[in-house]
């Protein structure tokens, strides 16, 4: 009995959580194309549209990407075992990256709202900024007080507010909403704002299961 137990192991053949950041990095990949291009264009249109608030725009967007890039290396169980300090270094940019893109975001949508976009866009930027700004807050404090677990758990659902940024403009991009008006772009980020910590959640919910899944059957391993 206990020799067939042992022999009952977890084989998933590609870990969820692989599969999850090839998502995102497909994403990354559609926004440069899609929204930021014109980055390497210094004579498109959008520059004329980014010009009164442009500088604005450039510590924004710097604290943004890095916050973006640097997040999934923080669920990186590998990488923090063999390179703490790197972790804890990508860590502190994280959140600097969040304590400076998302108030600036916040100041960037009062210009664009100065030149059309609706004051309830505006309020929908700074319901954005500080949900991110809170669950990093709440997620420095407790890795602060050496509570890891849960400091794993705030930077989760940290994270999955820091994409909205990018599955705002895949869902628009892809549907061609986009191209319809900004009450529905708006409507866009208020959906994806809405379902970010309930993401989070689930995927806390799924990483808890499976860790009681691989300790039952290590459990059932053990010789009677």
């Given at each position: 009995m206990s020799t067939l137990a042992a022999g009952i192991k977890p084989f998933p053949l590609v870990r969820p959580k692989y599969i999850l950041f090839t998502i995102l990095a497909f994403m990354l990949l559609y926004v440069i194309v899609h929204d930021e291009s014109f980055l390497v264009h210094p004579k498109d249109p959008m520059w004329q549209h980014y010009q009164p608030f442009k500088w604005w725009l450039l510590p924004h967007g710097i604290a943004g990407a890095c916050a973006?890039?640097?997040?999934?290396?923080?669920?990186?169980?590998?990488?923090?075992?063999?390179?703490?300090?790197?972790?804890?270094?990508?860590?502190?940019?994280?959140?600097?990256?969040?304590?400076?893109?998302?108030?600036?975001?916040?100041?960037?949508?009062?210009?664009?709202?100065?030149?059309?976009?609706?004051?309830?866009?505006?309020?929908?930027?700074?319901?954005?900024a500080a949900l991110w700004m809170t669950t990093t807050g709440i997620a420095l404090a407790f890795?602060?007080?050496?509570?890891?677990?849960?400091?794993?758990?705030?930077?989760?659902?940290?994270?999955?507010?820091?994409?909205?940024?990018?599955?705002?403009?895949?869902?628009?991009?892809?549907?061609?909403?986009?191209?319809?008006?900004?009450?529905?772009?708006?409507?866009?980020?208020?959906?994806?704002?809405?379902?970010?910590?309930?993401?989070?959640?689930?995927?806390?919910?799924?990483?808890?299961?499976?860790r009681k899944r691989s300790v039952s059957l290590q459990r059932r391993s053990v010789p009677l």
């Open positions: 973006l890039l640097l997040g999934p290396m923080q669920f990186s169980d590998r990488l923090r075992n063999r390179f703490r300090r790197f972790h804890r270094v990508a860590g502190r940019i994280y959140v600097a990256g969040v304590f400076v893109a998302a108030p600036l975001g916040v100041y960037i949508q009062y210009f664009e709202e100065r030149m059309g976009d609706p004051r309830s866009f505006s309020i929908a930027a700074a319901v954005d890795i602060l007080k050496g509570q890891v677990q849960e400091h794993r758990r705030w930077m989760t659902r940290s994270f999955a507010v820091a994409l909205v940024f990018l599955e705002g403009r895949v869902v628009g991009g892809v549907t061609g909403w986009e191209n319809l008006d900004v009450h529905a772009s708006e409507t866009i980020v208020w959906a994806c704002l809405a379902f970010s910590i309930l993401s989070a959640d689930l995927v806390l919910a799924w990483q808890e299961l499976d």
